[in-house]
């Protein structure tokens, strides 16, 4: 769960305090511009090479994703017809899979002039106010992706756990590393705030000399955001370096990490120092980057509830439906792309708030809440469920009294889901190393069906503690396993473009419905007498559907794509 990062120097806190009482009366400076369209793109789907890692690409072709319109990048034209409107605005982010650019546009006749804009929606929304002082924002979008995995990782087959054991051994972590699941091979993807000290902290030398630090990517524009301004991750918060040792590190007789082996990217989404509607915009853009990447887990510790610097933004309970956030509709969609998705739960089950925060309410994805290494519930864990009536947490691990390693170097005990979370989405990438065979959403079917309370979830542990290695024992002799459905629909043609035939030979089909990727209910057909049912598709955006046809004595789903 985010948290808010306490700085060392009164004049910083002093700073900060006066800036966020004054931000309620400052107008919004900043916007979220939804686009009508992604026509005459210079990319296509046929060269997913100008805006895909080859990795990415390699994985989408194993588990049989497609990649449509969604994926394609902004238009470039669009950008810079934006922009060319005033010397003064600046795109802040984007996101591709939402088709939205956020803006800096300090005059609000100029962001009049930027709605008039053909293939500028209506659907207009303030997002932060930020202020820039007559220079560019500056962030860094490059990919410096490293593939060249030396092959020097240690060989011993078991560790001195030391206290921390209690963390991998609540899910029987410590089998799957004996029997060589360590997440090698894998790419985890990390969004969060900073990495202080990361960098030059000695038990995480070997990490970079074994070439598990794949890169890092810093999103958040350093304007008036106090973040010093050279784009470096690894100044400006330490949060992100506690989540990421309880994956990685291998400190014998005190820390093992869950995925010692594994790679890792780092993204900064966060600005730790104000809290702004825009942080969901720059987390979109972060699941979006991890997909470019290839990552076969995104892990997070942020959560999005109330707003301090920017209060008209703040969410309430009633939009924790996995559709209103941004952020939570693009970490349904980038499981659905290919990455298995693990987001804290947050830390406001003591708090007026309560319950979990986007995006952690987001579909098919693993929220993790927090427990201490003896099974018991942490009481800062937040509760489920959504409010439409979804099981959350999907699952629990050790975030009370967890074994984490500070930005200062020391070994030492922090609270908070933001560690249950890394924990067991290092135990997820080991139990994805070991099922190569199983697409990100089988992963996260088995995982939630491994818990100790799957038969009976609650609102405060979800399905419960999760066996990993009784997942891959479990599962380790399926040949193949459909993402959505055991016993397959016969559905074409697929992709399709006005109509989708649906074989019914049994007549068994009484009602038919299809969602889009963040679970919302498009279309429902109730004339199933045919054996062959015809439903009209015409009407749909182009992108990826869920089908659920509702049997008598069962339910079926399967997945197509409407050109």
Known sequence: MKKR???????????????????ATRPATCYRLHLTDKNQSPYSISRPEEFLSQRAIDHKNRYFIPITEEDLPINPQYKQQICAINSDIRILTESKWQNTVVIYCPDSLVLTIVKA?????????????????????????SM?????????????????????????????GHLMHQLGFKGDSMLVAVLDGGWEGFDTISYFRDLYNNGQIWGTM??????????????????????????????????NGQLIGTAPHANYFFIRTENPYSEELIEEDFWARG???????????????????LFPDFPEGDNTYTKCDGVTSIASRNATLACHKGAVVCVSAGNEGQKPWHYITAPADAFDIITVGAANADSVIAPFSSFGPTYDGRVKPDAVAV??????????????????????????????TCLRQSLPQMGALDIVRIVRQAGHQYNNPDTAMGYGIPDIYKAYLENREVVSVNDFCQEPLSIYPNPCSNNLLITNLDYSIEEIQVFDVSGKLVLTHTNCYNTMIQ????????????????????????????Q
């Open 117 to 141: 804009l053909p293939f500028v929606d209506t659907n207009v929304i303030a997002v932060a106010n930020f202020t820039f002082q007559n220079e560019e924002p500056q962030k860094n979008e």
């Open 399 to 428: 975030g009370w009294q967890s074994y984490v390693v500070g930005s200062n170097g020391t070994v030492r005990q922090g609270n908070g889901t933001s560690y249950a979370c890394p924990i067991l989405a290092g135990m997820v």
């Open 535 to 562: 439903i009209a598709t015409d009407r749909l955006s182009s992108g990826l559907y869920i089908l659920k046809t509702k049997e008598k004595n069962k339910i079926r789903t399967a997945k197509f794509i409407k």
């Open 218 to 251: 810093d999103l958040v524009p350093q304007g008036d955001s106090l973040l010093p301004r050279n784009n470096n991750v690894y100044i400006g918060s330490g949060h992100g370096t506690g989540v990421v040792s309880t994956m990685a590190s291998v400190i």
């Open 5 to 23: 990062f306490f700085l060392t120097s009164l004049f910083l806190i002093l700073v900060l305090t006066l800036s966020a009482q004054d931000s």
């Open 144 to 172: 410096n992706l490293n593939e060249s995995i030396l092959a020097n990782h240690l060989s011993d087959s078991s560790y001195n756990y030391g206290p921390s054991f209690g963390q991998i051994a609540l899910h029987n």
């Open 287 to 305: 699941a979006e980057i991890a997909d470019s990447l290839g990552a076969d887990v995104l892990s997070s510790s942020l959560g999005y509830s």
